[in-house]
Structure formats: C-alpha cells, structure tokens
C-alpha cells in the first residue's frame, strides 16, 4: 500500500508527489537533462549573463548530443518524443535559464518544425537532420519593429520575378539566435499571402547585427535581421502553407514549451530561496525559521506545485492530440505570471545577496520579462482566453 | 571487440539512508541508482568499442530486489545488454563471494576485457576487480586511467602517486578504472528510448551453479563486528596576526614536516 505524504523535508521539492504523473522514461530524461543543466550551466550560467554571451556552439553540440533539438519531430534525425517529455525538457533547460531554453525551442519549435512541417523533402532532408544534431543552428523572423503582437501587419515582402525567384525586403526584430543562426526561417508578404522562406544566412543581402544593452535574456543572442534584396530560388519557399496559420503554428509549439520552462525557473528561484532561507541566520536563527518567511516559502511551492500540474496536464492532451490553441494560452499566461511573481519574491528573501548573479532569482527575473512578453504578450494570451470562453473577439 | 563491464547499484549518496543495526550493513531497500564510479568504466568499455570499430559493451550487475534502474540508465548511455544476478539468497554477500557470482556471469560471456570501477561508493571495499580477475584466473591491472588495445594485448597507464606506470597486459584481462579519468556521457534521448527494449537478462544464483549456502550470509566469509561514527574533526589553530603570524605558519609547516 502506498505511504501517506506527510510534509516531510525531503518532500519539499515535489510536495504533491508528482513525479507520480510521469513514466520511467519521461523521469529518467527529466533527471538526465537535470544533470546536464546542474553540471555544464548553473556553474557558469550567471558570469554568462553578466558578460552577455552565450557559449552557442558549445551547448548547441552538447544538447544536440542529448537528442533535444526538434526531439518532438519525427524522422530527418529527430527523436520522435512525447510533447510531455519536450516539456520536460524545456522545463529543465529554463530551470537553468530562459536563454538557454529558448536556444532550444527556438532551433525546435520555431526553426525545424516550420521545416518539418510545411518544408519540401529537399528542404527537410538539408536542413533537419544537421540541425538535430547542433551542427546547424535555426532562427525565426515573424516579428518587425513594427509588427508585433499584429504580425498580419509585416512589411517584410518577397516578391517573384519572371524567372523564379524570390527576391526578399524587410527587417526583423527581436529574433533570437539570429547572429549565430545557419539557416532563417523568415515569413513574408507575397501576392500568395503569408509564405515562409528557408534562408541561409549567408546569402548576399542578409544581415543579423545583434541587439546589445539588453537587462534581460543576457545569455541568449537577439538580433535584427535585415533583408536587402535577397535573392532566393523558388525552392526556398515553404511549400506547404501560405497564411498566417503557419507562423502561428509554430508559435503554438513554442508556447507549450514556456508553459513547462517557466515553471522550471520557478523552481530554480524557490529551490534559491528556500536554501538560503535555511542557511542565513539572522537574530540568532535562520531566517526559514520566520513565519513571515515560512509564509512566502510556502507560498513559492505552493505555485511552483500548481503550475507543475498544469504543464504535465496540457503535456497529456497534447499526446492525445486534443490540445486547443488557447489551452496553450492558459499555460503561457498562467505560468509565466506565475514564476515571475515568484522570482521577484524570492529576490526579496535573499535580500541584498538576491541582486547579484551569484543566486539565480534576479537573473530568472529578469528573463521572465521577457519571456512574459515574447510568444505572444501576456495580453494577447489573455484576449484569446477571453474570446474563447465568451465568443467574442476583442483584439481590436 | 566484447568488453563486459561490471556495475554497481548503490542507494543515492545524495539520500544515502542508514545502516541496519542487526547486519551492520547499508540499508538497500530504496531506489538504487548507477554507482557514479562505474559510469567510468561504462564510458571508457564504449570508448573502446568505439574505437575498435566494432564490438559491445555488456554489463554485468548484482542487486537486491530486482533492482534494474541503474542498469537502464547505463544501457541509455549505449551498452548493448545487461545481466542482473538478483536473489534474496545473495543479501548478505561479502566481497569474495559478490566477485564469484559476478566472475561466473562473466565467464559466460567470454569477453575481451572485462572493466570495473576501482571501488564502489558505498561499500568501498576495493577488492572485487582484483577477486574477479582471481577467480577467472585472468591478468589484472588496477586503477587504469587509460586504456589502449592493440591486437591480443592493450596497454594501460596506472595512476601512481608519483605519476602513472605504462603496463602492457595479454588478453583478455579485467582492469579497473580510476573515477574521473573519463567525461561520461549523458544518456541520450535515444538512448533512453532504445534502452527500455535492450535486452536485460535476469539470473538468479542457482542459474549460475551456486548452492544456497554458498552465497549471501551463509556463504560469506567475513562479518562486520562493529561500526562506528567517523571521528568529528577537532577544531583547527587560530593564529591571530600580530605581525608575526607567517612566522608561526611557517613553523606549523615545519612540524607537519610539509615543508
């Protein structure tokens, strides 16, 4: 029969007991990335954002080692997982930083599955199976300086010329891993509507200068992309999708996996907090000792818990294929606000030590600005659950 | 090249649990993982392998309870198969009778290399490598820190004090590994897949010839009579510095005779 839970201390990472939720597997890839995120990333993770680098080629071998990259796609030397255990790994990876996960789900969900899903087999068979092994790094051009929570609005245009092809105008804004990135899934207007272009990044006319004087996502690359006449043959169109369902899709895909990230840095900055509550002593005790940190602790694992529930749940109707667009919403919002209201408290508990890089809750809330806002803003995700529950919409 | 590669399930050194007062012995009924010192000798049978071209790693394990966790985990790094000798007739098993259950699991397997950690992390007797390669009656060498095979023969370096021996050794031969001389991989996502349908061979002691009373507390030759708490460390010498306190350090040094 099994043990009741009681609140004991070993506990106090997984109160509910739900490693229960998961299979052996997914428990054994969650522990392995762990591992990975505990031994080659928290160590260094912190000087990485106070220089503002991110050592790419490095952790791009390593997690393509790992098998993580695209692991949710099937075939072109993708692993073929479970959403759940692509969540799983998203939640791990950001537990060490939002950079870091959006390394990965950017080159996954943004780069690869827009290939992977609307690519033609050329395009498939060049691309993928160099990018699941880290050899070849992908970005994601939908957003403009000008065009952002409305992408419908982009001035980035492509137009084809008698002989075939493409020749592609605009900028891009915001787009992570674009100065290191190999190949540019890029999205433009056409007369077709909406189409998506495979670019390589060293194409005459293409440029990916990076955007310095961040205070957030420090150790991750973001970049302009900048489209001067590139001239592109009629190949590198996505042939499979030619409106915005295809940015959006893939966006879709990137958002379940900040449902699960952001839990993970969540626990990071719950786990800081908790540690150090235990260790710092002040009036002669240490301060978890404090009902009003107690309090705040509790009320760290309590969220942390309830929005660990909410990922393996929209992890599970995403196997079943019956996950909705804006269920996915629910977990992006909910979890992100989440482990930000979280990550500022935990600062608050490390009081002055909480505002260096050497404790990972103000690095993680500093991230989390960003992750707030970026794969669509907390508003817009908000604007969708309401039009889903009453039918309305309300965006304009 | 066939390289049997023997591993130890041990409790979590992170969530070690206790000793049991009646036996003396550490308590084995919780989730066991892969010794962190074996993953050595796993990465270092792969590397070989891998250099060979061509070959596997199979690994050999006994364990309380069936226990298999820390062997999928080793099979997700990339060993082919596994053997678990697992039985309650085993509890209680010394040093010399776990190096002859492990020793006739090996022999069957007729391997060209069979590599073990130096010592486990959690009984650290550091004798089973050497009562294996006894048992075989085959060559061994000891706290290899690299391994290079050529032919019907490999050459190992030797962690020393003072540096490392070169030793060329016949084969086959069991060696045992050093911790840290190696990076062991991460398990891949593949890997875990792959290693849930590898095959993992399940033997009892019987299967392997042993009557009951050969094994486990009746077969074993030695009892523990006594355990203690490890001494706390005394506290150390403030020196406070008055000006001459390099002084006195310098003299402390001298009585440890260190310099």
Redesign the interface.
Same mark, same amino acid.
């Given at each position: 029969m099994a043990q009741p839970l009681g609140p004991k201390a070993e506990d106090a990472l997984d109160f509910l007991a739900t490693d229960s939720l998961l299979t052996e597997d997914e428990v054994m890839l969650r522990d392995t990335v762990r591992r990975y995120v505990e031994e080659q990333i928290n160590p260094y993770v912190g000087e990485w954002f106070d220089e503002g680098i991110f050592p790419h080629e490095e952790i791009a071998k390593a997690i393509g080692q790992l098998g993580l990259f695209g692991m949710h796609l099937e075939g072109y030397g993708c692993a073929g997982s479970s959403a759940m255990m692509y969540g799983l790994a998203c939640m791990e990876t950001e537990a060490g930083d939002s950079g870091l996960r959006s390394f990965v789900s950017v080159q996954g969900s943004l780069a690869m599955f827009p290939i992977w899903a609307y690519g033609s087999e050329e395009q498939k068979q060049e691309w993928l199976p160099r990018m699941a092994a880290g050899e070849a790094i992908g970005c994601f051009g939908l957003t403009e300086p000008d065009s952002g929570s409305d992408p419908s609005s982009m001035r980035t245009n492509a137009k084809q010329d008698p002989g075939g092809d493409w020749v592609l105008n605009g900028a891009k804004m915001w787009i992570t891993n674009g100065s290191i990135a190999d190949v540019a899934v890029v999205w433009a207007r056409t007369d077709e509507g909406i189409r998506g272009f495979v670019v390589p990044t060293d194409t005459e006319g293409f440029s990916a200068p990076k955007i310095e004087r961040k205070v957030s996502l420090r150790a991750s690359v973001t970049s302009e992309l900048i489209m001067d006449d590139v001239r592109l043959p009629a190949a590198a169109v996505l042939p499979g999708v030619s409106s915005m369902r295809g940015p959006l899709s893939c966006l879709n895909e990137a958002r379940f996996g900040i449902s699960f990230g952001a839990v993970g840095a969540a626990r990071s900055c719950y786990e800081a907090a908790l540690e150090y509550a235990g260790s710092r002593e002040q009036f002669g005790v240490p301060i978890s000792s404090f009902q009003l940190t107690q309090q705040r602790l509790v009320d760290f694992m309590t969220r942390v818990q309830q929005g660990t529930l909410v990922a393996y749940h929209l992890g599970r109707l995403k196997d079943q294929g019956v996950l909705g667009p804006a269920q996915v919403s629910f977990g992006k919002r909910q979890n992100v606000r989440m482990a930000l209201e979280v990550a500022r408290e935990a600062r608050s508990v490390l009081g002055a030590n909480g505002i260096t890089t050497e404790y990972a809750p103000a690095r993680h809330m500093n991230n989390l600005e960003s992750v707030y806002t970026y794969e669509g803003t907390n508003e817009i995700h908000t604007l969708m659950m309401g039009q889903a529950i009453t039918g309305q919409n309300a965006f304009t | 090249m066939k390289v049997v590669v023997c591993v130890k399930q041990i409790p979590d050194p992170a969530?070690p649990g206790a000793l049991d007062p009646e036996t003396r012995t550490l308590k084995r009924d919780v989730k066991l993982i892969l010794d962190e010192s074996d993953s050595y000798g796993v990465e270092m049978g792969l590397q070989l392998v891998d250099n060979a071209g061509g070959g596997e790693v199979t690994l050999v394990s006994m364990a309380p309870n069936n226990e298999q *966790?820390g062997l #999928?985990?080793a099979l997700?790094m990339g060993a082919a198969s596994a053997t678990l000798i697992s039985d309650t007739e085993l509890i209680g098993s010394d040093a010399l009778t776990t190096a002859k259950v492990l020793a006739a699991a090996i022999k069957d397997q007729e391997p060209d290399l069979v590599i073990a950690g130096s010592e486990s992390s959690d009984g650290y007797t550091g004798t089973v490598p050497e009562m294996i390669a006894a048992v075989l009656d085959l060559p061994s060498v000891t706290a290899a820190k690299s391994i290079e095979v050529g032919g019907d023969a490999i050459q190992v370096q030797r962690q020393t004090d003072a540096g490392y021996d070169v030793v060329d050794c016949p084969l086959p031969a069991v060696i045992s590994v050093t911790a840290g001389v190696v990076e062991p #991989?991460?398990? *891949?996502? &593949?890997?875990?897949?792959a290693a &849930?349908s590898k095959p993992l061979d399940e033997k009892s002691s019987a299967d392997l010839g042993f009557a009951a009373d050969a094994v486990g507390w009746a077969g074993s030759g030695q009892e523990i009579v006594d355990v203690a708490e490890a001494p706390q460390r005394e506290a150390g010498e403030v020196i406070e510095d008055d000006g001459e306190a390099h002084l006195k350090i310098v003299e402390f040094l001298e009585n440890l005779k260190v310099i």
């Open positions: - | 969530d *966790s #999928r985990t997700a #991989r991460y398990p *891949s996502f &593949k890997g875990i897949m &849930k």
